[in-house]
Nanobody, 124 residues
Framework: QVQLVESGGGSVQAGGSLRLSCTASGRIFSSYVIGWFRQAPGKEREFVVGRRWSGGGMSHAGSVEGRFSLSIDYAKNTVYLYGNSLKPEDTAVYFC?????????????????WGQGTQVTVSS
Protein backbone atom coordinates (compact mmCIF):
# COMPACT_ATOMS: atom_id res chain seq x y z
CA GLN A 1 0.00 0.00 0.00
CA VAL A 2 2.83 2.39 0.82
CA GLN A 3 6.22 2.24 -0.82
CA LEU A 4 9.19 4.16 0.51
CA VAL A 5 12.46 4.77 -1.32
CA GLU A 6 15.41 6.47 0.35
CA SER A 7 18.27 8.26 -1.35
CA GLY A 8 21.09 10.64 -0.53
CA GLY A 9 23.43 8.55 1.56
CA GLY A 10 27.19 8.65 1.24
CA SER A 11 30.37 9.56 3.05
CA VAL A 12 30.85 12.75 5.03
CA GLN A 13 33.48 14.03 7.41
CA ALA A 14 32.79 14.59 11.06
CA GLY A 15 31.24 17.97 11.64
CA GLY A 16 29.58 17.89 8.24
CA SER A 17 25.94 17.63 7.31
CA LEU A 18 23.59 15.33 5.46
CA ARG A 19 20.26 15.39 3.72
CA LEU A 20 18.46 12.15 3.03
CA SER A 21 15.30 11.84 0.98
CA CYS A 22 12.46 9.37 1.28
CA THR A 23 9.91 9.40 -1.50
CA ALA A 24 6.57 7.84 -0.68
CA SER A 25 4.14 6.32 -3.15
CA GLY A 26 0.84 4.65 -2.62
CA ARG A 27 -1.80 5.89 -0.22
CA ILE A 28 -0.40 8.16 2.46
CA PHE A 29 -3.06 9.34 4.83
CA SER A 30 -2.86 12.23 7.22
CA SER A 31 -3.08 9.68 10.03
CA TYR A 32 0.30 8.23 9.13
CA VAL A 33 3.45 8.79 11.11
CA ILE A 34 6.75 9.05 9.26
CA GLY A 35 9.91 8.09 11.08
CA TRP A 36 13.60 7.81 10.37
CA PHE A 37 15.53 4.97 11.93
CA ARG A 38 19.14 3.89 11.69
CA GLN A 39 21.08 0.72 12.24
CA ALA A 40 24.80 0.51 12.83
CA PRO A 41 26.72 -2.74 12.36
CA GLY A 42 26.09 -5.12 15.22
CA LYS A 43 23.46 -2.86 16.79
CA GLU A 44 19.71 -2.81 16.89
CA ARG A 45 17.71 -0.50 14.71
CA GLU A 46 17.08 2.72 16.59
CA PHE A 47 14.65 5.59 16.22
CA VAL A 48 16.09 8.91 15.05
CA VAL A 49 13.25 11.35 14.45
CA GLY A 50 9.58 11.18 13.54
CA ARG A 51 6.51 13.24 12.91
CA ARG A 52 2.92 12.87 11.85
CA TRP A 53 2.40 13.22 8.10
CA SER A 54 -0.24 15.87 8.78
CA GLY A 55 2.13 18.02 10.81
CA GLY A 56 2.82 18.71 14.44
CA GLY A 57 5.90 18.51 16.54
CA MET A 58 8.81 16.16 15.99
CA SER A 59 10.05 13.49 18.31
CA HIS A 60 13.80 13.00 18.49
CA ALA A 61 16.14 10.48 19.95
CA GLY A 62 18.25 12.04 22.65
CA SER A 63 21.44 11.34 20.73
CA VAL A 64 20.37 13.55 17.81
CA GLU A 65 18.38 16.26 19.60
CA GLY A 66 19.35 19.63 18.16
CA ARG A 67 21.25 18.07 15.26
CA PHE A 68 18.68 16.15 13.20
CA SER A 69 15.32 17.26 11.87
CA LEU A 70 12.63 16.11 9.48
CA SER A 71 10.60 17.99 6.91
CA ILE A 72 7.99 17.00 4.32
CA ASP A 73 7.50 18.31 0.81
CA TYR A 74 3.87 17.43 0.21
CA ALA A 75 3.99 18.34 -3.45
CA LYS A 76 6.69 15.72 -3.98
CA ASN A 77 5.48 13.24 -1.34
CA THR A 78 9.02 13.33 -0.05
CA VAL A 79 10.32 13.29 3.50
CA TYR A 80 13.74 14.74 4.23
CA LEU A 81 16.10 13.99 7.07
CA TYR A 82 18.57 16.76 7.83
CA GLY A 83 21.55 16.21 10.06
CA ASN A 84 24.39 18.49 11.04
CA SER A 85 27.42 18.38 13.33
CA LEU A 86 27.74 14.75 12.31
CA LYS A 87 29.79 12.37 14.42
CA PRO A 88 31.39 9.03 13.57
CA GLU A 89 28.76 7.38 15.77
CA ASP A 90 26.11 8.61 13.32
CA THR A 91 27.46 6.06 10.84
CA ALA A 92 24.65 3.66 10.01
CA VAL A 93 22.16 2.53 7.42
CA TYR A 94 19.28 4.99 7.58
CA PHE A 95 15.70 3.89 6.95
CA CYS A 96 12.48 5.76 6.60
CA UNK A 97 9.36 4.05 7.83
CA UNK A 98 5.65 4.68 8.18
CA UNK A 99 2.69 3.46 10.18
CA UNK A 100 -0.77 4.62 11.12
CA UNK A 101 -0.89 6.15 14.54
CA UNK A 102 -2.08 9.19 16.45
CA UNK A 103 1.30 9.52 18.13
CA UNK A 104 4.90 9.10 17.09
CA UNK A 105 6.06 5.72 18.30
CA UNK A 106 9.76 5.06 18.61
CA UNK A 107 10.00 1.29 18.39
CA UNK A 108 10.69 -0.20 14.98
CA UNK A 109 8.23 -3.06 15.42
CA UNK A 110 5.36 -0.56 15.34
CA UNK A 111 6.17 0.47 11.79
CA UNK A 112 4.89 -1.69 8.96
CA UNK A 113 6.21 0.14 5.91
CA TRP A 114 9.95 0.45 5.34
CA GLY A 115 12.33 1.70 2.72
CA GLN A 116 15.39 -0.25 1.66
CA GLY A 117 17.83 1.94 3.58
CA THR A 118 20.73 4.14 2.59
CA GLN A 119 24.24 4.05 4.03
CA VAL A 120 25.74 7.07 5.75
CA THR A 121 29.40 6.92 6.78
CA VAL A 122 30.91 9.65 8.94
CA SER A 123 34.70 9.69 9.09
CA SER A 124 36.77 11.39 11.75
Amino acid sequence: QVQLVESGGGSVQAGGSLRLSCTASGRIFSSYVIGWFRQAPGKEREFVVGRRWSGGGMSHAGSVEGRFSLSIDYAKNTVYLYGNSLKPEDTAVYFCAAHQSKVVLTTSKEYNYWGQGTQVTVSS
